[in-house]
């Protein structure tokens, strides 16, 4: 495969589809950090709305039960 360094950037290739390739292993380390980060953020979001889902359910029966 051959590379081709685009003109100004000093990371990144074209390769023989055109395809531009970036070859800092820092940066792609970070991204994959960012992104596993946002994929636990989003998980902890769906339990806490399933909590309080629960809660809510919960209140209203003990509500229900009381009065």
Known sequence: ???IRVEGQKNLYRDNSGAIVNTDTDQYNQYVRL???RKLE????VEIKQEIEELKS???EVLKNGS
Do not use: P, Q
């Open 42 to 45: 989003k998980k902890e979001i």
């Open 35 to 37: 992104r596993e980060k």
């Open 58 to 60: 919960l209140l209203k």
């Open 1 to 3: 495969m051959i590379m």
